[in-house]
C-alpha cells in the first residue's frame, strides 16, 4: 500500500489487483482504480509494478492463462 501511495502522490493514475479486495479498500477510497482480475488490471498499462511474496505467487501473476504475459 505504500508504493501506491506514493505512486498517486506523484500525481500517477494507479490501476490494482489484489486476490482480497477487502484489503485494500482504504487505497480504492484514495483513488486507486481496482480490477477483479490480473489481465483487466495490466490491458492497456504503458508499465506494470508487481509486490509478490513468494516465488511460486510471482510465477502465477506473471505466467498463469490471462494473467500479465
Excluded at 498517486?8 to 477487502?22: D, F, N, Q, S, V
Excluded at 482480475?37 to 490491458?43: D, F, H, L, N
Amino acid at each position: 500500500k505504500s508504493m501506491v501511495r506514493n505512486l498517486m502522490k506523484a500525481g500517477y493514475e494507479l490501476h490494482i489487483y489484489a486476490r482480497t479486495k477487502a484489503k485494500v479498500e482504504d487505497v480504492i477510497g484514495e483513488g486507486a482504480i481496482f480490477h477483479e482480475t490480473i489481465s483487466e488490471c495490466v490491458k492497456d498499462c504503458e508499465a506494470v509494478i508487481t509486490i509478490v511474496g513468494f516465488p511460486q505467487d510471482v510465477e502465477e501473476v506473471y505466467f498463469d492463462s490471462g494473467n500479465i504475459l
